[in-house]
C-alpha cells in the first residue's frame, strides 16, 4: 500500500491497512499528492514490483491517474469523490492499458 504523505491520506491507510489484515507498513510517496503530475505517477508505479498495489491518495491526481491508465489521456478524470474506490487491472500497467473493472463511491447518509 503506498500512500501521500498528506495527514488525511495517511489516516486513511492505516484504517485500509487495519481492515484488510495487511501486515507490511503503508509506505509514504512524495508523488502522491493533489498537485503531482499523472505521468510522474505513473513512471514510480511502473519502477514496482508488486503485483496488486493500492493507493491512498487525492484528488486532482487520482481522478486524472486513473483516465490516463484506462484511456490513455488525462483530459476526463474518473469521477472520484472523498472516500471513493476505484479498481483497475490490467497485465502491464501502462497508459491506456488498465481496466476500470469497480468504481464505489461511499453511501450518503
Known amino acids: 500500500m503506498l500512500a501521500s504523505p498528506y495527514n488525511r491520506a495517511q489516516q486513511t491507510a492505516e484504517i485500509v491497512r487495519q481492515a484488510l489484515g495487511f501486515s507490511a507498513a503503508v509506505e509514504t510517496v512524495s508523488w502522491l499528492t493533489p498537485e503531482s503530475d499523472p505521468g510522474d505517477a505513473l513512471l514510480y508505479l511502473g519502477r514496482r514490483s508488486e503485483e496488486d498495489i ?47 473493472v469497480g468504481l464505489r463511491h461511499p453511501s450518503r447518509q
Do not use: C, I, Y
Open 54 to 100: 493500492l493507493l491512498v491518495t487525492h484528488q486532482p491526481l487520482v481522478g486524472a491517474l486513473g483516465d490516463l491508465l484506462v484511456n490513455g489521456r488525462r483530459d476526463t478524470p474518473l469521477p472520484m469523490a472523498t472516500a471513493s474506490l476505484a479498481e483497475l487491472e490490467g497485465e502491464h500497467l501502462a497508459a491506456g492499458l488498465m481496466q476500470l
